[in-house]
C-alpha cells in the first residue's frame, strides 16, 4: 500500500513504534481488523468488540503473516512489530484519513434515508463503464466500516463509490472527513433512525454533514422529490443538482413502464440530451437511482451509451430486491433491512405479482416513539394492496398485524412472536407458485427464513 510504511502510519495515528529499524521503513500489504483475513505484510488492528477483544488474536496474526500489530496495551518482549496506540478505534480513523488524502482517486459519496445501497450499486456500475471503480461492501459505511473500504483501495482504482450509513448528529461530519468526498449524493430524507435524529428536520441536518469536508470544486447531487432535500441551500458555493420526476430538473425521467417483476422502462432527460433504458430490477424506487446515476455519470463526462449501458447491466444483490425463482417459489429477498418507507416501496413491488402474493414482514427498528404507529402503518397499506397473504414476525410487529386486521379487505393475517415460531409452521402457509416478500430489519435475521423458502419443495 503506497504512503503506508510502518512509520508513516505510526504518525499518522500519533502512535509509538516498537521493532527494529528495517521493519520501520516497510510498507504493509493490507489493514485488517479481522484476524481470519490476515496475509503476509498485514497490519492487524486489534480493536475491542462487544463480545471479543482483538488483542487476543495478536500473536496468532504475526505467525500468519502480518508485518506489524496495532495495540492498546504495552507488548512486554515482544519479538515482533506493534504500534502502541491509545485507542485502536481512533486510529483505524486516523490512518484511514491518512491513506485517502494520498490517493488521487475522487470519491462518490452516497448516503439517505432510504435506497444508499441500491443507488451506490447503480451508481458504481454507471461509473464502471468507463473507470475502474471500488465500492463500498455489504454492510461497511460506518466508522469502521468505511475505513476498511477506503484501505481496499489501490492504485489501479479511478473512482471509489463509498455509502455513508449515520444513525446520530455527528457521525456524517466524523465519515466525510475521512472520505474527503468530490460528489456527494443523497437519496432522500426519511424517518430510519429517529431514536436519535428526532426529526425529518434532524435527519436532513444530520445527513447534510457530508458536505462539511468535501472538494469545494465538487458536486451536490440530491432527489428534488423530496421535500426536505428540495430546500437545501448551496453549499460553500456548490450549488445543488438536483434529480427527480419534474421537468423542471436537470435531470428528470418520464413515460415510466412498469414491467411488473422484470423491472421498469423509462424515458431519461439530461441538460442536453434524451435516452431510454430499462432497469432490471422493479420498483419506481429504480428510477430514481437510474436518475442519480445518470447525474454522476454526466459530472464524470460520461456519453449517453456508457450510462445506458450500466443501468441496463446493473444485477441485484442479495437481500436488497433480489428476485430468486425456485422451483415452486418466487422469492423477493429484500431482508438486508427495513424501515417504513422501503418497506412499503417493497410491498408495492410484490403487489405487481399475477400468483398469490404473501408478504413475511418483521420488526423495523430505530423508529422512536412513534414505532407502534409506523408498524401498523406498514400493515394497513398491506392490506389496502390486496396483498393475500400477510406474515407479521417480532415484538412490533404485533402493532403491523392489527392495522392489517382493521381494513375492510381479504387480506389473511397471521402473526408470529418469533422466527422461530414462524418456521415451525411455514409449510402450511406458503404454497407453490406463490410470489414472497421477505423483509425486516437486519437484526432480526431473515436471510434464515430466504435459505429456508429456497430449499422448500
Known sequence: MKNMTLKEIAIACKGVYYGDDESYHKEVSSVVIDSRKVEKDSLFIAIRGARVDGHMFIPQTIRDGALCAMSEKRIENASYPYILVSSCE????????????????????????????????????????KYNVLKTAGNFNNEIGLPLTIFNIREEHEVAVLELG????????????????DICVITNIGVAHLEFLKSREGILKAKTEIFKY????GSIILNGDDDMLSSVRPFNQIEPIFFGLQHNYPFFADQIQDLGLHGTKACFHTPNTTFEAQISIPGEHMVYNALAGIAVGYAFNMT??????????????????????????????DCYNANPASTKASLDVLAKANTRTVAILGD?????????????????????????????????????????LEQDTSTKVFYYETKEDFLEEYSKLICKQDTILVKASHGMHFSEIITVLKDMK
Open 90 to 129: 481512533q486510529a483505524l480513523k486516523d490512518l484511514a484519513m491518512h491513506y485517502r488524502q494520498s490517493l488521487n482517486i475522487r470519491v462518490v459519496a452516497v448516503t439517505g434515508s432510504v435506497g444508499k445501497t441500491s443507488t451506490k450499486e447503480m451508481i458504481a456500475s454507471v461509473l464502471g463503464k
Open 214 to 217: 468535501m472538494n469545494p470544486d
Open 364 to 404: 423495523m427498528f430505530e423508529l422512536g416513539p412513534t414505532e407502534n404507529e409506523m408498524h401498523y402503518q406498514v400493515g394497513q397499506h398491506a392490506a389496502l394492496l390486496g396483498i393475500h397473504v400477510l406474515i407479521c414476525i417480532g415484538t412490533l410487529s404485533k402493532h403491523m398485524k392489527q392495522g392489517a
Open 304 to 333: 449517453d451509451e456508457q450510462i445506458k449501458a450500466g443501468i441496463e447491466s446493473l444485477v441485484p444483490i442479495a437481500g436488497r430486491n433480489n428476485i430468486i425463482k425456485t422451483e415452486h417459489l418466487t422469492i423477493i429477498d
Open 166 to 181: 449515520i444513525s446520530n448528529f455527528g457521525e456524517m461530519e466524523r465519515l466525510s472527513k475521512i472520505a474527503r468526498p
